[in-house]
């Protein structure tokens, strides 16, 4: 059994992320949704409180701090209750720093690492690919030998901050196996297209990528097993997908002890109850499956079955709870004065989210 007792530090770093998504994220989160931007301010704080560098190695200006996937969970889950276009924009450079961190050899680690230690880095990693029954170890972007470098053809959707990013994450097939290559921003054989027009995460910028004979050299490969690494962003995307899930529940709980009905507040009519019991159900089963599989991830165990539950879970859960809380609104939940349409536009992305968050 894994043990769920969180550890003195585990808690403050949940205390002090929490902190920040109640008074940095959740009050701007609306302006974001409605602009489609996010304030350089935010973005900055939150690398302030180690977001990506604390789990670097020391000799690339890390914190060297060791690297646990329930602590991430953990922080995941924070700023997901804050918002979750926010939270996917901050988490982004993880996608490019932990995969080299993991995989990466010495030479790789030296060169691409040390920028993250400096401020926010715009990087991120390219793994969903616009088709019908996408599995990210089944990918249909190739990476072919030519000479002493690869050649990657194929298109991407679902790239975070694409379109600012320094360096790029490509995962391609090679050789049967699922493989990762770094891919320097204007690359040739590179194209970043226009931003997509999503249904939620309104806020975070999207894009698709396209590789047309993109040539990269041999070293842009990280080397090793991206199972693992596969199984990390399940288990980042479920997190989250609990964190907006809480958000939601806790807004029409609340909502429902001063909204009443024929003189008595509608938390105390059972129908309402029923239902907002059942929302806090689904949150703390997903929450455990969620941290079943980080506990797996942690103890260096294949976690795949672990992550793919609780991503599955935790995503249906979400999309369930988000779209309880605009019924217990009733007709205020559906107007975009009360921020539950919003959320629930978001949870109806997690069944498509892959490989944009990692923890």
Known sequence: MFDLELT???????????????????????????????????VDKGFELGLIHSALPEEVGGFGEERSAVTGAIVAEELGWGDLSIALHLLTPRLFAYPVTDLGDESQR??????FSRGFCPATAAVVEPRIGFDP????????????????????????????????????ELDGETSAFAVERGAAGLAIGEREKNM????????????????????????????????RTRVAIAALAVGVARGAYEFARDYAKERK????????????????????????????????????IDRGRDATREAVLAKRYAAN????VTDNALQVL??????????????????????????????
């Not at 205020?332 to 109806?348: F, K, Q, S, T």
């Open 110 to 115: 030296r060169a691409l690492l040390p920028r």
């Open 317 to 320: 859960a979400a999309l369930k």
């Open 200 to 231: 939620g995460i309104k806020a975070l910028a999207t894009f698709e990528v396209s590789l047309d004979q993109a040539r990269v050299p041999a070293a842009s490969r990280l080397q090793g097993d991206l199972r693992p690494t596969i199984d």
């Open 137 to 172: 170890t089944n990918l249909a972007t190739r990476a072919e030998r030519s000479g002493g470098d690869f050649v990657l053809n194929g298109r991407k959707c679902f790239v975070p901050i694409a379109r600012d990013a320094e360096q790029i994450l490509v995962f391609a």
């Open 8 to 42: 003195d530090e585990q808690k403050l770093v949940q205390e002090t992320v929490s902190s920040f998504a109640r008074a940095e994220i959740r009050p701007i989160a609306r302006d974001c949704d409605e602009s489609g931007e996010i304030p350089r301010g935010v």
């Open 330 to 359: 009733g007709g205020h939940g559906y107007i975009r004065d009360y921020p539950v349409e919003l959320w629930l536009r978001n949870a109806r992305g997690f069944s498509s989210f892959e490989g944009i968050a990692i923890v």
């Open 261 to 296: 009905a024929f003189g008595v507040p509608i938390a105390q009519k059972q129908a309402i109850a029923f239902i907002l019991a059942d929302m806090a159900i689904e949150i703390d089963a997903a929450r455990l499956l969620v941290w079943e599989a980080a506990w797996t």
